[in-house]
């Protein structure tokens, strides 16, 4: 299956590490793709550039993930928002689904399964 291209995909998470490993993958099939290491920063990117999908980790730093989740609601509910996170608990799964996310995921995420995610995602737009 084809996808569009020039889906604008941006991916936050406070490990470093992580975050350049999944952008440097994604790098290679999507041209558009942004990574962020803290709330902040990914707040400016999204603001910059509008993604069609945001992969978001819940512990950053400055901003929360949740915080985040919640400034971006305010103007936006179109962008696809996919919660990747360590956190399993309940109250914070919940308080992720309130804001109208696409997908809460236990990490760690398989190169395939984010690719799954991204062509669903692509097929509903």
């Keep these: 299956m084809e996808i569009n291209k020039d889906i604008k995909i941006l991916f936050i998470d406070d490990q470093e590490d992580v975050a350049q490993?999944?952008?440097?993958?994604?790098?290679?099939?999507?041209?558009?793709v942004y990574k962020a290491f803290s709330g902040e920063e990914a707040y400016e990117i999204?603001?910059?550039?509008?993604?069609?999908?945001?992969?978001?980790d819940i512990d950053l730093p400055k901003i929360s993930g949740l915080e985040l989740l919640k400034i971006i609601r305010k103007t936006d509910n179109?962008?696809?928002?996919v919660?990747?996170?360590?956190?399993?608990?309940?109250?914070?799964?919940?308080?992720a689904k309130k804001n109208n996310i696409y997908d809460y995921i236990?990490?760690?995420?398989t190169r395939g399964e984010l690719h799954k995610i991204i062509e669903d995602i692509a097929n509903i737009k």
């Design 21 to 32: 490993k999944y952008y440097d993958h994604l790098k290679r099939r999507y041209p558009n």
């Design 46 to 56: 999204f603001k910059k550039v509008k993604p069609h999908i945001i992969f978001l």
């Design 78 to 81: 179109e962008t696809s928002i």
């Design 83 to 95: 919660v990747l996170s360590s956190y399993s608990k309940a109250t914070i799964i919940s308080e």
């Design 106 to 109: 236990i990490k760690p995420i």
